[in-house]
């Protein structure tokens, strides 16, 4: 073992213990589900998971998993353009596309690898990319593996952005990059806004919708939400949150998708979704073309939840969807926080720096379709009284 490298790593360590900013491993034993197990701890109300719909435990997903590892094995076998790809896959993409209502779709293992595969496949140097500056970790890697200039602009402020277009007009192409829903803050990028802004400066447009797949416009995101979803170039899903299982994809016209499959680097060379993940997401969208009540419902449950915050006196910042950040400022006191809110048997974790700026940390909240009325009301109280003890309320 090397020494400058062994206690280089014990310092960092250190570190982030000092500034609480260590996060702790929780360790679930069960399924992802309303309540769970964790950390030794039985049915504790689960407000920390993407799982939005309840779709990760869903009885026909499992089924259509189980299906497809009898039929299909276990592993895709190869990268995709060698011999990975399925006719699991390809069906897949042409049921996503039909789900968007787009042209085209093209799978990755993850949303990760579908930001980090698709900026730097379509933007080059001699291009800019203006990024709103609380976007996802993985558009700020795709955006670093370009070559393009980047302008990030302020948080949905279309002043900002304006100025980034103005300021970029000698670039050959232009891509505006945008969470659909942040991730963070839980508030909604003004797409129709982005979209003008976008036409006038002859930019093109991404959206990421990790937290929109599923959640916004019935399930098909936040373009669709707003009916600008042939007006945005690239959109971005995750199969990983309320979709339940993992992946990512890239939906867009037939020359994005037939290119991303010719240069995308996740796609080339890290190996195909596995035929479990692929089945399993496939019955995910089946479900939700059939109707949207899971969507329904969450989003029933999120007004619930964030009145019943409200009426605690709890500030849920910017707020507009099942994200509900409830603000503490202090990293401490949300490191607190989550350890108050699980001996009352809720789970809710504490979000602090890098994931956000110093000072503005948060117990990040998530109610999904599958809680009842019960398990919120119980968890109410748990806020209720945590937040009593920590004089935060
Ligand atoms: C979670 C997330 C991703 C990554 O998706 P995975 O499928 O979990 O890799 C990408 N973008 C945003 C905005 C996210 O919130």
Not at 57 to 84: D, F, S, Y
Not at 122 to 135: F, R
Not at 206 to 225: E, I, K, L, Q
């Amino acid at each position: 073992m090397n020494g400058n490298l062994q206690n280089w790593l014990q310092e960092q360590l250190n570190n982030l213990h000092e500034q609480n900013l260590y996060k702790q491993q929780v360790v679930m034993d069960t399924p992802s589900g309303a309540r769970i197990s964790v950390n030794d701890r039985d049915n504790v109300i689960n407000l920390a998971s993407n799982n939005y719909l309840g779709l990760a435990n869903h009885p026909a997903l499992k089924q259509a998993a189980i299906e497809a590892v009898e039929r299909w094995g276990a592993g895709a076998g190869a990268v995709r353009p060698i011999i990975g790809t399925m006719r699991l896959h390809v069906e897949l993409e042409q049921k996503l596309a039909a789900f968007k209502h787009v042209e085209a779709a093209l799978v990755f293992q993850s949303g990760f690898t579908s930001n980090a595969g698709a900026i730097p496949t379509v933007m080059e140097a001699g291009d800019a990319i203006l990024t709103d500056e609380l976007n996802h970790a993985s558009i700020i890697d795709g955006v670093r593996l370009s070559r393009a200039e980047r302008k990030i602009y302020r948080h949905s402020d279309m002043n900002s952005l304006e100025d980034a277009l103005r300021d970029t007009s000698a670039a050959r192409k232009r891509l505006i990059i945008t969470d659909g829903v942040f991730s963070m803050d839980g508030d909604i990028a003004p797409l129709p806004e982005i979209v003008a802004l976008a036409e006038q400066y002859n930019a093109a447009v991404m959206v990421d919708d990790a937290h929109g797949s599923g959640v916004m416009g019935g399930g098909r995101g936040t373009a669709y939400h707003f009916g600008v979803h042939e007006k945005v170039d690239i959109q971005l899903g995750t199969l990983s949150k309320a979709v339940g299982v993992m992946g990512g994809y890239i939906a867009g016209s037939k020359p994005l998708i037939d290119w991303l499959t010719q240069r995308a680097r996740p796609y080339l060379f890290s190996t195909a979704q596995p035929p479990a993940a692929a089945a399993a997401v496939a019955a995910a969208i089946d479900l939700m073309e059939k109707d949207d009540s899971l969507t329904s419902r969450l989003w029933e449950n999120t007004r619930f939840w964030k009145e019943g915050l409200h009426k605690l006196g709890y500030d849920t910042g910017v707020s507009q969807t099942p994200i509900t950040p409830v603000m503490t400022e202090d990293e401490g006191r949300a490191a607190h926080m989550q350890q108050l809110l699980l001996e009352e048997g809720v789970l809710a974790l504490a979000i602090v720096y890098p994931t956000v700026a110093r000072g503005k940390a948060r117990i990040r909240t998530m109610p999904s379709a599958m809680h009842s009325r019960a398990d919120l009301e119980e968890a109410l109280a748990a806020f209720e009284k945590a937040g009593r003890r920590i004089g935060l309320i």
